[in-house]
Nanobody, 124 residues
């Protein structure tokens, strides 16, 4: 069983930065792949970044590529999302997610463990 707890959300102005954290507990094999997702009001949840825990290989959605960076500190069992050059369109609830062995994509249906979310609001 994996548990995920996000933190670091908040309110910033356009162009600002935030760093989200996700502390994970439980079997490493159940968090072989970890991702960040977001959901804005009235919109579908979308994947923004994912990382393979063993290799550190990353992937990003086109909407955040070049602005967001996903990283991990395995010693602290913590996943991060550094968000720079934030735009009002980035306003959403951000969720950390984990899955076991297998494919590692940005599809939410691939993931079986989710955190409670942390709100990010970007004002113009």
């Amino acid at each position: 069983q994996v548990q995920l707890v996000e933190s670091g959300g908040g309110s910033v102005q356009t162009g600002g930065s935030l760093r989200l954290s996700c502390v994970a507990s439980g079997s490493f094999y159940n968090r072989y792949c970890m991702g960040w997702f977001r959901q804005a009001p009235g919109k579908e949840r979308e994947g923004v970044a994912r990382i393979l825990s063993l290799s550190g290989s990353t992937s990003y959605s086109d909407s955040v590529k070049g602005r967001f960076t996903i990283s991990q500190d395995n010693a602290k069992n913590t996943l991060y999302l550094q968000m720079n050059s934030l735009e009002p369109e980035d306003t959403a609830m951000y969720y950390c997610a984990a899955k076991g062995m297998g494919s590692c994509s940005l599809l939410q249906s691939d993931y079986n463990t989710w955190g409670q979310g942390t709100q990010v609001t970007v004002s113009s």
